[in-house]
Structure formats: C-alpha cells, structure tokens
C-alpha cells in the first residue's frame, strides 16, 4: 500500500481528509489525525494515528513506525481475533501495548438508540459500542497518560469502524467541525482499496464496486446520525466522555495533547465561532443526503472531486454571510458622513454600473419600472455579476434581499439600481452586498455582486439604474441602445 505523505510538512494543515497518510507499505489505512482545522487551532501530527490491522508489518515498516514516533499501541480487536492474529509490533519493537475490545460486553439496554433509527446493523452496531462505558473509560486513561513525545497507534482489523469510532471522538473533542469528521470516517471505504479488499473479499469484482458504493450511502447516513445522537443525549463529545467516567483532568491531557491552539489573540470570539459542529447542526448545510451523493461520486471519480472544495465552499459562505450581517447591523449605527472630492469633469455625470449591453427602460419586462413610474432611467444587459458605483456616492437605502441598492451622488442625484427586479420577493441567497447603509463609495467602488449558479435565469436580467428625483432636474440625457464598459458615461444631468 503505497501511500503520499512524504511531502508533507510537518505540522501544516491538512487540505482535506485525504490527506494525512503514512508511508506503511505493509500498513492497512495508516493515517494522521494531525492538521485538522478547529475553532481554537489546529490538531497535532505525530500525537494519535490510526490503522488497520498491523498484524502483517514487516520488521523495516515496524522501524518506519518506530522513527515516526510510535511509543504505544491500542488495539480495539476482539480477544479471539487477538488470538488469531497477534500484535507483530510487540514483537519487532519494544512498545507500551494495550488491547480493549470495543465488542466484548452486553449491548442490552442501551440509551442511545432509538427504535426508528435508520442504517441498519452499522448504526446499531455503532451506538452499541458507544454503550461500552467501561471500554471508553479505559481507553482515555491509557491516552491521557501517554508521554508528549509519543505517538499512539489505534488500530481494529481494516481500521473502519471500531477505529472510526474512536477518531470520530478523538476528533470531535479536538472540535473538528461535522463534515470533516464524517468524511474522516467514509474515507476508509470511498478510496482505500486494502480496506475495502479486507470487507469485500469474498465478491467479484463488478458486484463489490456496487456494494462498496452501497456501503458509502450507509455509512455517510449511520455516522452522520451517530454524531448528532451524541450531541442531543450529551450535548457533545466531552460530555459523552463525562457519561462514561473518564475524568475531566483526563479529557483536559488527551484534548491539550491532539489540539495545537492558537495564540489568544488570534482566536475567534465564541459567538463568532463558524465552525463548531454544535452550530452546524441547526445552519441550512446540505445534510447527510447531499453527503452521500458527494461521497459516492468522489469515490467513482477522485482524480475530478476533492473534500477540500466541498468542505470549504460551505465555510467561505458562511463566513461571508457573517460578515456581511455583521456590517448590516453596523451600518444602523449613527456615524459620521464622509464628503468625497468630485473632479469638475464628473459632476452632473452618471458613468455605467456593469458592463453589457444598453436597453431602454420602457422595454424591461417589469410594468412598474418601464413605466417611468419610479423616475427616468436606463437598463443594461450584464457580462458580468458585479454592480459599481456610477458616481462618489452615499449608500441611503439598502434591502434584506440585497439585489437592490439606492446612492445619493455628492451632486444630489438619486439612484436606485436594481438586479433581478423579478427576485425582490425572493431570499437574499445568492447576492451580496459590499457597501452599507451611510456608507461613502468612490466612483467604481463594487457596491452588489451575486453567484449566477444561485440566481440562475436571473443572473442575466437586465440591471436597472434610474434616477429617482429626475423630475428635480431641467434635463436629463440618457444613452439607450450601443455596448458600454463600467466607467463608461450613461446618463447627463443639468440643473438649469
């Protein structure tokens, strides 16, 4: 099993939960649970890895194992698989070993399943091991003490699920956020071919490519639903832990000993915290079905579909979003008005806010605007998905759906520019604005932009820009018709 990993640099983050491998050709899905992005920072490489079976290592990836850092082994196997397959590392190097069955108890009585739990035999079999309190219990006794300078290798037979379980903890009291954790897991099965061989190894070719896909659905959906009975009985994984006895100072050592936090003025406020799988529970994010097509496809196509893009997509509207409100509500606030200079050659002037193709405003779709019952103005077919301040400009009216912005120019002309007209009714998604109310805009300033696979066919209706005061003015000069540029003259305005 050759794996990437070398190129690594030690202690940077990892890009998605395909990385993080170890070289270990003898080696069953040998991966980091280092370079995990979390609210407070990041996880630690060379503290925990997680495997598969290391029955088989040679004596050269035994020493690979041992110059990595590996000090101590936890083997989660059954006592006869034990038996059966003894622990090799023992005897090729002398390491700290500690074998807790995740299997070997009563699942009888538990508190975490629920009779109309979906998934089948994975989801019973999982909660059932988070019923074995005593194995949890000593499982964190043995990480908590372990040496900073060790490194502790976790194992089952394929490295899936009783290893997915425990990484799936591991990772989630570091504070690794739901998607990341839930791909950690699936990743065994969607691109490790030695995992999927040691399940499947019975069926033929053609048929276990469709019942490893089969798998991903079932494991995406049963892991997914695992994490979150974990927060709504807990309340988190810290408090599972608390539920099984291990002790806080025990929780404290294994979190400090995976979590490498930033610098305290580096760290985000509480509040503003994006990233925490409590919150991600209630926010509008594709759920376990979109997980599953996503998955099922990065497994038909790798080389064409990385996590990193899914996971990251979803972080960086999020954070916009915040942002954004955060401007919203900033911009209520009373604050002083900013008078920008406006050369002598610009004055009385309206330059176009997209670039695209001229249309008069009698001939846009909506009545209300061709009409000229809101003021004389003019339309532009768009090239682009960003809207620029036709003149040195105040922001004075801005809406919740963001497709619409209203600018006072430093000569006291009004405009009311408008994407979309037909989405006014329509949720913000999709848009967004880049200056707010009493805010100061030079001329070119981007004021709106929007993403045209959210808006769709509307992404191409006609950009409205009309002069709400008109009749304030002895004439008014519009272009109608031709291609203009942003910057270009549109519109000119006389007072006398």
């Known amino acids: 099993m050759r794996l990437l990993g070398r190129g690594r640099q030690r202690g940077a983050a990892r890009s998605g939960c395909e990385t993080g491998q170890v070289d270990i050709a003898t ?3 040998v991966r980091e649970l280092g370079g995990f992005p979390t609210p407070s920072g990041t996880t630690r490489y ?46 090729l190097r002398n390491v700290e070993y500690l074998n807790v069955p995740l299997y070997d108890f009563d ?48 194992h089952c037979g394929a490295g899936s699920d009783r290893t997915g379980l425990l990484s799936l903890v591991l990772l989630g009291l570091a504070g690794v956020e739901r998607r990341q954790l839930v791909a950690d897991y699936v990743y065994s099965f969607g691109y490790i071919p030695e995992v999927n061989a040691a399940i499947f190894e019975r069926v033929g070719e053609g048929a276990r490519t469709l019942q490893v896909r089969g798998e991903l659905r079932t494991r995406i959906a049963s892991i997914s639903l695992v994490h979150d009975r974990i927060h709504e009985t807990f309340g988190g994984y810290e408090g599972f832990l608390r539920s099984c006895g291990v002790r806080e100072s025990e929780i404290s050592q294994v979190r400090a000993l995976l979590l490498r ?83 002598l050659e610009e004055r009385g002037k309206l330059f176009a806010p997209v670039t695209g193709e001229l249309l008069a405003l009698s001939d846009v779709d909506d009545p209300y605007f061709a009409s000229g019952a809101c003021g004389a103005g003019v339309a532009i077919v768009p090239s682009g998905n960003t ?75 006609p950009v409205l820009m009309i002069v709400t005061n008109s009749s304030e003015f002895s004439r008014l000069d519009i272009r109608d018709s031709g291609s203009v540029q942003v910057g270009d003259e549109v519109a000119s305005i006389s007072w006398e």
């Open 387 to 461: 809207v620029y301040a036709p003149a040195a400009c105040r922001v004075t009216v801005q809406v919740p759906t963001r497709h619409a912005i209203g600018v006072l120019t430093q000569d006291g002309i009004e405009v009311l520019i408008v994407v979309a007209s037909s989405t006014a009714s329509a949720s913000r998604r999709g848009f967004r604005q880049h200056v707010w109310q009493n805010d100061s805009a030079h001329r070119g300033t981007p004021l709106l932009s929007w993403d045209p696979t959210l808006v769709g066919k509307d992404a191409s209706s």
């Open 261 to 343: 936090r930033f610098p305290g003025r580096y760290r985000m406020p509480a509040e503003e915290t994006l990233v925490s799988s409590a919150e991600l529970l209630h926010r509008d994010i594709p759920g376990p079905v979109a997980n599953t097509t996503f998955f099922v496809h990065a497994y038909e196509r790798p080389d064409k579909v990385t996590a990193d893009l899914y996971y990251m997509s979803d972080k960086t509207r999020d954070l916009m979003a915040r942002i954004d409100e955060n401007q919203r509500n900033r911009s209520f606030h009373d604050h002083d008005y900013v008078t920008l200079e406006v050369p």
């Open 107 to 154: 699942i009888s009585a538990g508190v975490l399943a629920h009779e109309d739990d979906a998934g089948g035999y994975l989801t019973e079999n999982l909660l059932s091991m988070l019923e074995n309190r005593a194995a949890f219990r000593q499982i964190f006794t043995f990480l908590a003490h372990a040496p900073r300078s060790a490194c502790t290798l976790f």
């Open 27 to 29: 080696g069953i899905n």
């Open 46 to 91: 060379r503290r925990f890895l997680r495997s598969g079976s290391t029955a088989r290592i040679s004596p050269s990836d035994a020493r690979e194992l041992f110059d990595y850092g590996v000090r101590r082994i936890l083997d989660l196997r059954g006592k006869e698989e034990v038996a059966n397959s003894p622990e090799s590392l023992l005897s």
